[in-house]
């Protein structure tokens, strides 16, 4: 029997209450060395919904599974109709004032990096240079034959040549660029083959119940070794692929700061989470710091 990847996550009753006060993140941020962890949830304000907040697409819609995909033609055939659709909504996206916050962090030397679960790129785009895509990104293709890896946009333009016409109504949009779509709307939608091989062609991203790349574990672990604090902002935290990093650094005596509206399974390791909109957060501790946001001189 295949088993499902863990994709919720209930808190216990006992779980100690979230704060509004923003004075432990900046205090960590004024010491500088803060590694950055960041989920779903500093992606909502660009118009990317999370998986477990409020309206999280969870709650609609179950992400595709590396087994599906691997194992189905039809899965295929479903998964790169809704995420055609949905990378052209995705490609619009910009980053908000909590990715801009971030990036004005690393501008003045508080961080020592960032790790984001998020394939969306909006950190990048924000202006932060040292992040890690731990679940990879949605603007690459990789062959899991040959493993030649590509432009999204190159495949993009392939399948549109593919499918002219194909312009169907989603329902809605999901963090990984998914769109919901029915199996009426995807119809007889055409997948395209490797250009090198023939092979299969996959978005590099870590689908869900897809391992991590062991490399890039190792790599996250020697990241928050060599940090003062870690500061999560947006991730619930649910799945192992973040939680550990949180563990981690608790079991080392570093501080563990999560900014995150709703409860997270890293509370109880954690010196505080603030229970407040990521983008204002952010934005009143660079204030705060005294810290220029998007180019401006803060107040």
């Given at each position: 029997?295949?088993?499902?990847?863990?994709?919720?996550?209930?808190?216990?009753?006992?779980?100690?209450?979230?704060?509004?006060?923003?004075?432990?993140?900046?205090?960590?941020?004024?010491?500088?060395?803060?590694?950055?962890?960041?989920?779903?949830?500093?992606?909502?304000e660009s118009g990317i919904p999370d998986y477990r907040?409020?309206?999280?697409?969870?709650?609609?819609?179950?992400?595709?599974?590396?087994?599906?995909?691997?194992?189905?033609?039809?899965?295929?055939?479903?998964?790169?109709?809704?995420?055609?659709?949905?990378?052209?909504?995705?490609?619009?996206?910009?980053?908000?004032?909590?990715?801009?916050?971030?990036?004005?962090?690393?501008?003045?030397?508080?961080?020592?990096?960032?790790?984001?679960?998020?394939?969306?790129?909006?950190?990048?785009?924000?202006?932060?240079?040292?992040?890690?895509?731990?679940?990879?990104?949605?603007?690459?293709?990789v062959c899991l034959a040959c493993g030649a890896f590509?432009?999204?946009?190159?495949?993009?333009?392939?399948?549109?040549?593919?499918?002219?016409?194909?312009?169907?109504?989603?329902?809605?949009?999901?963090?990984?660029?998914?769109?919901?779509?029915?199996?009426?709307?995807?119809?007889?939608?055409?997948?395209?083959?490797?250009?090198?091989?023939?092979?299969?062609?996959?978005?590099?991203?870590?689908?869900?119940?897809?391992?991590?790349?062991?490399?890039?574990?190792?790599?996250?672990?020697?990241?928050?070794?060599?940090?003062?604090?870690?500061?999560?902002?947006?991730?619930?935290?649910?799945?192992?692929?973040?939680?550990r990093f949180v563990r981690q650094a608790a079991e080392?005596?570093?501080?563990?700061?999560?900014?995150?509206?709703?409860?997270?399974?890293?509370?109880?390791?954690?010196?505080?989470?603030?229970?407040?909109?990521?983008?204002?957060?952010?934005?009143?501790?660079?204030?705060?710091?005294?810290?220029?946001?998007?180019?401006?001189?803060?107040?």
């Amino acid at each position: 029997m295949r088993m499902r990847p863990t994709l919720s996550w209930t808190p216990p009753e006992d779980l100690p209450p979230g704060t509004t006060d923003l004075e432990p993140v900046a205090d960590a941020l004024s010491t500088g060395g803060v590694l950055v962890l960041s989920g779903a949830g500093i992606s909502t304000e660009s118009g990317i919904p999370d998986y477990r907040g409020e309206g999280g697409s969870l709650s609609r819609h179950t992400p595709m599974t590396y087994q599906d995909f691997t194992a189905s033609a039809q899965a295929r055939r479903r998964y790169w109709a809704r995420s055609h659709l949905g990378w052209r909504t995705f490609g619009r996206a910009r980053p908000n004032a909590g990715h801009r916050a971030v990036a004005a962090f690393g501008r003045y030397d508080l961080l020592s990096e960032v790790i984001t679960q998020n394939v969306d790129g909006l950190h990048q785009a924000a202006g932060s240079e040292d992040v890690v895509e731990l679940h990879g990104s949605l603007a690459r293709v990789v062959c899991l034959a040959c493993g030649a890896f590509s432009p999204r946009r190159e495949l993009a333009r392939r399948l549109e040549e593919a499918n002219p016409g194909f312009d169907p109504v989603a329902a809605g949009i999901n963090p990984d660029g998914d769109a919901d779509l029915t199996d009426a709307q995807v119809g007889d939608f055409r997948v395209v083959p490797c250009t090198s091989c023939g092979g299969i062609l996959k978005p590099d991203v870590v689908f869900f119940g897809e391992a991590v790349p062991p490399r890039r574990v190792e790599h996250c672990r020697e990241l928050v070794r060599e940090s003062a604090s870690l500061l999560v902002l947006g991730s619930s935290l649910t799945v192992m692929s973040g939680l550990r990093f949180v563990r981690q650094a608790a079991e080392a005596g570093k501080p563990v700061l999560i900014v995150n509206r709703e409860p997270t399974r890293g509370d109880r390791h954690a010196f505080t989470r603030v229970s407040l909109p990521l983008g204002a957060a952010l934005t009143t501790v660079a204030e705060r710091l005294g810290i220029a946001v998007d180019g401006q001189a803060a107040a």
